[in-house]
């Protein structure tokens, strides 16, 4: 399975507010920033948040990321209907010398 | 403006070796600082990492493939070669190459990636 821990699926209504948890340990998130990633249905994954917290170019403000120990979080205010994707997160790995993502979290709107 | 398009046989027979190339532009992999992953995601899984080139030749493999894996730059054309020696179904997936920027896990720009089948 993945190194890093994400609940496969997480749901809101349209205007909620939504977090994705993404674990890790050490070796990985302890020591490294973390990167976030929006993958559309059928389509490739898009650069989401960089370095923990921060929005590349044209990301909106409604996306955050932190991160706190060996843990990382995602979220989603004001949620949309455009939001529904699958977000992973992801990171470097000492142990294992690589980079390493989480098995992904599918999000509904309802 | 950086682009990047992944090409290669859409069908591969067990025991075969992939040959991946990713081509791409709006960027040098001369630059210091610029690097370029392959990630693949079987069909309704998750992305799965392998490997990475930067601009001076470094090279990194996830460590369950790294007997198989070979990453190649051809700074010239501007591309950048995977490939994937022994076939299995289960190596059936989309690959992916994506630019990075200055190594670790950010993958700022992706290609639209190529779905590998491996059956007989």
């Known amino acids: 399975q993945s190194v890093l821990t994400q609940p496969p699926s997480a749901s809101g209504t349209p205007g909620q507010r939504v977090t994705i948890s993404c674990s890790g340990s050490s070796s990985n998130i302890g020591d490294y920033t973390v990167n976030w990633y929006q993958q559309l249905p059928g389509t490739a994954p898009k650069f989401l948040i960089y370095?923990?917290?921060q929005r590349p170019s044209g990301v909106p403000d409604r996306f955050s990321g932190s991160r706190s120990g060996t843990s990382a979080s995602l979220a989603i205010s004001g949620l949309q209907s455009d939001d529904e994707a699958d977000y992973y997160c992801a990171t470097w790995d000492d142990s294992l010398n690589g980079v390493v993502f989480g098995g992904g979290t599918k999000l509904t709107v309802l | 403006q950086v682009t990047l398009r992944e090409s290669g046989p859409a069908l591969v027979n067990p025991t075969q070796t992939l040959t991946l190339t990713c081509t791409f532009s709006g960027f040098s992999l001369s630059t210091r600082g610029m690097c370029v992953s392959w990630i693949r995601q079987p069909p309704g899984k998750a992305l799965e990492w392998l490997a990475r080139?930067?601009?001076?030749?470094?090279?990194y493999y996830t460590t369950s493939l790294k007997t198989r894996l070979t990453i190649s730059k051809d700074t010239s054309k501007n591309q950048v070669v995977l490939t994937l020696a022994n076939m299995a179904p289960v190596d059936t997936a989309t690959y992916y190459c994506a630019r990075m920027l200055g190594g670790g896990s950010t993958f700022d720009k992706w290609g639209q990636g190529t779905l590998v089948t491996v059956s007989s």
């Open positions: 370095s923990n917290n």
């Open positions: 080139i930067d601009w001076d030749d470094d090279k």
